[in-house]
Each structure stands twice: as C-alpha cells, then as structure tokens.
C-alpha cells in the first residue's frame, strides 16, 4: 500500500540581523541588550560583559541609537524590517510549493520562535541567512538556534560569490551610475569584525575581498578604480582595516571629489546603510574636501536579487535528499 499523503511542504526562513520594534529608546535597549548579550557577537567573558552592557553600554547607547533610528525610520517601520519582508513577497512567487517567510536573528518575528512552531509541521525547513558572507558573528549565531531549535532544518553558509548575486549587485551599481553619474572611485564598504576573529580563522574578511573582485570584475573595473574598506567598529581593539570613515577622508584628501559607495555585505538598507554611510560618511568626506559621496542602495527587494535568492535556495532543496 502506497502512501498518497501529500509531502509537507518545504519552507524557506530569510534570516536578516534584527531591529528594533520602533525608534525610541526602550525599545532600543531591548533589542540592544538581547542583540549584544550574543556571545557570538560580542566576545567577552559574560561576567565582565553582562553587568557593563546592563548598567553602562545600553544607558549611554539607547537614546542615542534611537535618535539615528529616528532618522532613517519609514511609515511602515524600520528599513531592516520592511526590506526584508519585501524581499520575502518577491521571493514567494518565483519557488512554487515553498512557503517563504521572513525572521530575524534579534527582535521580530523571531527565528527562535518560527523555529519551535516548525517543529511539528513535518516540512523541510532552510534557513537562508541574508549575510553573503559567513562570519561566526553573525551566520554561526544562526546556526547556533537551528541546532537548539530544530536540528532537522538546513542553512545556506554563505554566497559571495554566487553568480545571481554578483550579477545583480553590479546591475544596481551600473543602474545607480545610469540615473546619477559615476563617480572617481567606487568604494565597497563592509561591516567590521575584531581582527582577533579574523586571526582565529573566520572567512570573513577574506570573502568580503573575494565578493568585492567579483562584483569590480563584472563591471570590468580596473584595480585602481575601486576599493574595499570596513564600517561599524564597536568598542576597543583592532578591527578590519581599512576603516570606512578613515578611507573616504584619505580619498578626500587625496582630491577625489566624487566617491561612489556601495555595501555588498547588506541585503537589505539599515541603519548601518542609510544613516552611517549615507549621511556621516558623506559629512566626513565634505568634511575633508570633497564634493559628493554617492550612496548606492542595498538591492532590497530588487527583482535580480530576488531571483539570486531563489535560485540558491532552489539549489539547497534540490540537493536535499
């Protein structure tokens, strides 16, 4: 006797970072604390680490970081938040059978949770964290809930240089210089890790550099017309250099006056995106001299990357046996 039950159907998570609920401090400092109580994202014995974030870290940083929120917040919520779920809505479309969703690592909807309501549901699940680039500060993070919640389910480790998505991040930079102009150099700005991680064997940095080749390449750049640097340094320590902010005052000084920047280790604009570089960055690059720092938008909910996406996770259940 056969079974003629209808195979559970398969479920693809997109796994973005995290944000806040809304762009006041409380609600700061609640995604703060559960985001930076990460051992994976901060590493630092929790005895130490714990008592500075509750009573030093989150008091000084919450209101200020609700202020940034504030100035990049949308209608429909955080940048983060919306990209992502639109990202979602493409994606739905283009792998019949599959039910597609959106999580986050931090805040919601929470992958811990939509991991414990799968449990039940017999379906395969993959889990696709949006960070081209395997870092164990962020995609390890992942795999640390898939292993507590849901052992069965599957991850994409990374895809920086998955050709969809090379093809599709030099599409927006080519579109961006159709509708802008080009500027003197093109600046591929990443976020940091402590270069400690690095030296203990993390692939980041050196998929950053390799997705960064490929991207230039499909432009057909020379070497001398692009470059790649590292954003967001938090705390103290050596981390990633060059430093964004340091790189664009040096090409300012240099008598670039026209920067291109764009962030291939984002799928989605953020805060780290919308106010980071695109309003302090550009102040420093002023600051120093020069005349227009160019920010290029993250692909977002754009149709090649939601045929990148696909793709890769189409793959990933292929292969799935």
Known sequence: MT?????????????????????????????????LSDPRVVQLPRLFWLPLLRLVV?????????????????????????????????????????????VMRYGEPALARRLRELRADGARVLVLPLYPQYSTTTTASVGDVLAREL????????????????QAVAASIRAHW????????????????????????????????????????????????????????????????PATDATVRALAGEGVKRIDVACPGFSADCLETLEEIAMQNDGFFREAGGETLSYIPCLNDDPAHARAIAGIAAREFSAWT
């Open 3 to 35: 079974d003629d039950s209808p195979r559970p159907r398969d479920v693809l998570l997109l796994a973005n970072l995290g944000t806040p609920s809304a762009p006041t401090a409380p609600a700061v400092s609640r995604y703060l604390r559960e985001f």
């Open 58 to 102: 989150l008091p000084l940083r919450s209101r200020r970081v609700a202020h940034k929120y504030a100035e990049i917040w949308m209608d429909e919520g955080s940048p983060l938040e919306v990209h992502t779920r639109r990202l979602a809505e493409a994606v739905r479309p283009l792998l019949p059978g599959v039910r597609v969703e959106h």
């Open 151 to 166: 052992p069965g389910a599957r991850m994409v480790d990374d895809y920086h240089v998955d050709p969809g998505w090379v």
């Open 178 to 241: 159709a509708r802008h102009g080009r500027g003197e150099r093109l600046l591929f700005s990443f976020h940091g890790i402590p270069q400690r991680v690095v030296d203990q064997g993390d692939p980041y940095e050196r998929q950053c550099h390799a997705g960064a080749r490929a991207i230039a390449g499909a432009l057909g750049l020379a070497d001398d017309a692009w470059q790649a640097s590292f954003q967001s340094r938090f705390g103290g320590g050596k981390w990633l250099q």
